[in-house]
């Protein structure tokens, strides 16, 4: 499909949000969202944030394994898609704001989630120090998200901010956000997409990073 140029982000997310689920499914697969899951070893009953949520790939599993959710989003149309997808369960709550500001109290959540949304921020470390001041003490932050790639038109074509990211530098923004046990590993998947014009494919790795408050 023809990709209309959007001035921003958030329009970009907005634009796409009603074909997300079928975009998805292209770029990666469920493998991310169970590699996360075990890294935070979800409980039952437990209460978990989704943070750049989407139309809800990580809420989904956590409602499955009965972990209450609060997603939050920049794209008012994404959550929209995601309420409408869950309109029967209870356990979501759904908050439209930007990085910077999480509507979230301090230490309030067992887990953080950021599933593909830290390669769209402007300032990751802050981005993640946000995630960490949310996190209950004990709490686990788990970022899956892009290693460090080549591919310009994702840029251009996807509103990533940053073309992925060195190990050794996320391994250092949760260690500096003040997180303990602290780790960087293969989620083990690569994210693919075509450039629109079909002549480039992009396989990237994509890396796991966890750590404990
Ligand atoms: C690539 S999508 C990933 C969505 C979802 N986590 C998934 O795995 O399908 C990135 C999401 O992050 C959101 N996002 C990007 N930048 C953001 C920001 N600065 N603040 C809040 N959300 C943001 C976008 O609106 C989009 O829904």
């Not at 796409?16 to 969202?33: L, Q």
């Not at 997808?85 to 759904?94: E, L, R, S, V």
């Amino acid at each position: 499909m023809e990709m209309k140029k959007m001035p921003d982000s958030k329009s970009y997310f907005d634009h796409v949000a009603p074909r997300w689920d079928a975009m998805r499914v292209g770029f990666f697969s469920e493998i991310v969202r169970e590699k996360a899951f075990s890294a935070a070893d979800v409980q039952s009953g437990e209460l978990a944030a989704d943070i750049g949520a989407g139309s809800g790939f990580i809420t989904e599993g956590l409602i499955q394994r009965n972990v209450r959710v609060i997603a939050v989003d920049q794209s008012k149309a994404m959550l929209e898609v995601m309420n409408k997808k869950f309109a029967d369960h209870p356990g979501i709550q759904y908050r439209v704001s930007t990085a910077d500001t999480l509507p979230v109290a301090d230490d309030t959540v067992d887990h953080a989630f950021a599933n593909m949304y830290l390669h769209h921020v402007e300032t990751p470390a802050a981005a993640i120090r946000e995630m960490v001041r949310i996190l209950k003490p004990g709490g686990k932050l788990v970022v899956t998200d892009l290693d460090a790639h080549d591919f310009t038109f994702l840029k251009d074509e996807h509103f990533d901010r940053w073309p992925g990211f060195e190990r050794p530098d996320i391994h250092r923004w949760l260690t500096e956000a003040g997180l303990k046990n602290v780790f960087v590993d293969c989620a083990g998947e690569d994210c693919c997409t075509r450039s629109t014009c079909g002549a480039v494919l992009a396989q990237i790795s994509i890396f796991l990073a966890s750590g404990v408050k």
